[in-house]
């Protein structure tokens, strides 16, 4: 395959959205029940043909609108076509210390015997106690039955945690939820040994301090804001700065202090870009968030605020102000509307964002300020609690409009 420059560059959450990388829901969806769904991070259990339609509905928006969507599924089993994929996949999987000696080889003998779609199946679904025959011996004969030997990835549904662009580079994501961490192992087998992707190297990698894409921010070209609360570490944030810093990539970011739990597990619950200049955010932390401002000095970080985000978030952007959509909304419906990803909106261009066609409120908010909403239907998806700005990692977008 052929390498065409900008085939790959994000630099703003408004920006034309050319390309976007989607996971539809499949067989990992159908392992959720009400004894794993919180441990898994769902808060109910999806009816999963509905959820692959309202997905289906959701790609032909973005296609309707001249976005090319790629398929997780899709480059995985591409990549791993490639021996060293497959190596490198199978030496991840069996890097577990819940097995012991003997499941581990059968495991791995499995898992080699698999041609790449099936391996790229079992990846993300998982492989259930019952679903190796071969095995026997204590480990296997200790576990519980309804148990996985390789846990399902229901969370790979939000494409926007497990890597995330900033100008040409990748940052593969370092997970703070156990439940997720493979899916970062997956995208970076992606990223890595996908021929379209030659060439890329990742800025950010799962070793590292935990950093979840559903926190970064890219709010103008050079401006990163990153939130810092139940998924992202302060430690992490200080790391990504270290990290696009070194690379030229950004020269501010900002550190967002977010409530940590889970209603606000990432910044992007609370926040997200419709136009250059314009943010919807949850009425009750909208002019109370605050962020730190780290720029680069003298091979160091220098630290400064914190200030109210949206000050230091128009200054870093070179703003007068940053323009907040006010939704106007009754306390409980704002709750109720954060709670369904109201906020979650993804921006496909200035002024034309995606959102949950449930959050009636806000929507018509978004209309009266003037934006363009397209609806999708999210009562299946919606129960991972994510919305369209979770479920999309854009890895092409156009250079945003002046603000
Ligand atoms: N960018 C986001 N807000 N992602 C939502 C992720 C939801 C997922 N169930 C989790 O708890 O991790």
């Known amino acids: 395959m052929t390498q065409t420059t900008n085939r790959h560059r994000v630099t703003s959450e408004v920006g034309r959205l050319r390309t976007v990388l989607l996971h539809r829901p499949g067989a990992e969806l159908k392992r959720l029940t009400p004894r794993n769904s919180a441990k898994l991070l769902f808060d109910a259990i999806p009816w999963v043909g509905r959820a692959q339609e309202e997905h289906d509905a959701f790609a032909q928006a973005l296609r309707d609108r001249d976005v090319e969507v790629l398929y997780v599924s899709e480059l995985l089993q591409d990549a791993l076509e490639f021996?060293?994929?497959?190596?490198?996949?199978?030496?991840?999987?069996?890097?577990?210390?819940?097995?012991?000696?003997?499941?581990?080889?059968?495991?791995?003998?499995?898992?080699?015997?698999?041609?790449?779609?099936?391996?790229?199946?079992?990846?993300?679904?998982?492989?259930?106690?019952?679903?190796?025959?071969?095995?026997?011996?204590?480990?296997?004969?200790?576990?519980?039955?309804?148990?996985?030997?390789?846990?399902?990835?229901?969370?790979?549904?939000?494409?926007?945690?497990?890597?995330?662009?900033?100008?040409?580079?990748?940052?593969?994501?370092?997970?703070?939820?156990?439940?997720?961490?493979?899916?970062?192992?997956?995208?970076?087998?992606?990223?890595?040994?996908?021929?379209?992707?030659?060439g890329v190297e990742p800025i950010y990698d799962p070793s590292m301090e935990h950093v979840e894409g559903g926190d970064v921010m890219l709010l103008a070209p050079g401006v990163v804001a990153v939130g810092t609360g139940e998924r992202t570490t302060p430690a992490g944030v200080e790391r990504l700065a270290r990290q696009v810093f070194a690379a030229g990539l950004a020269h501010t970011v900002l550190a967002v202090p977010i409530a940590q739990e889970r209603a606000t597990?990432?910044?992007?619950?609370?926040?997200?870009?419709?136009?250059?200049?314009?943010?919807?955010?949850?009425?009750?932390?909208?002019?109370?968030?605050?962020?730190?401002?780290?720029?680069?000095?003298?091979?160091?970080?220098?630290?400064?605020?914190?200030?109210?985000?949206?000050?230091?978030?128009?200054?870093?952007?070179?703003?007068?102000?940053?323009?907040?959509?006010?939704?106007?909304?009754?306390?409980?419906?704002?709750?109720?509307?954060?709670?369904?990803?109201?906020?979650?909106?993804?921006?496909?261009?200035?002024?034309?964002?995606?959102?949950?066609?449930?959050?009636?409120?806000?929507n018509a908010q978004l209309e009266a300020a003037g934006i363009e909403v397209i609806r999708i239907t999210g009562t299946e998806l919606g129960t991972g609690r994510g919305g369209p700005r979770c479920m999309s990692c854009p890895i092409l977008r156009d250079e945003p409009p002046a603000a």
Not at 164 to 172: M, N, S
Not at 288 to 295: D, I, S
Not at 332 to 355: S, Y
């Open 83 to 198: 021996e060293a994929a497959r190596d490198e996949a199978i030496a991840q999987v069996i890097d577990d210390k819940r097995w012991g000696d003997q499941l581990r080889r059968v495991v791995e003998g499995h898992l080699r015997d698999l041609h790449p779609e099936d391996l790229a199946h079992t990846l993300v679904a998982g492989l259930a106690h019952e679903e190796l025959k071969s095995a026997h011996g204590l480990v296997y004969r200790l576990m519980d039955e309804l148990d996985f030997i390789v846990d399902p990835l229901p969370g790979l549904l939000f494409t926007r945690d497990s890597s995330a662009w900033v100008g040409d580079r990748v940052a593969l994501t370092s997970f703070a939820m156990p439940a997720r961490r493979n899916e970062s192992a997956l995208t970076g087998l992606i990223y890595r040994h996908h021929p379209r992707f030659a």
């Open 265 to 362: 597990m990432h910044l992007d619950t609370v926040c997200t870009m419709v136009d250059a200049d314009t943010v919807v955010m949850y009425p009750p932390v909208a002019y109370a968030l605050e962020a730190f401002t780290v720029t680069a000095s003298n091979g160091d970080l220098k630290v400064s605020g914190p200030r109210l985000f949206l000050d230091a978030a128009a200054e870093a952007m070179g703003l007068d102000r940053l323009k907040v959509i006010d939704t106007g909304l009754d306390p409980v419906t704002a709750e109720r509307e954060q709670w369904d990803d109201g906020n979650n909106t993804l921006a496909l261009a200035p002024r034309v964002c995606v959102a949950y066609e449930r959050n009636v409120e806000t």
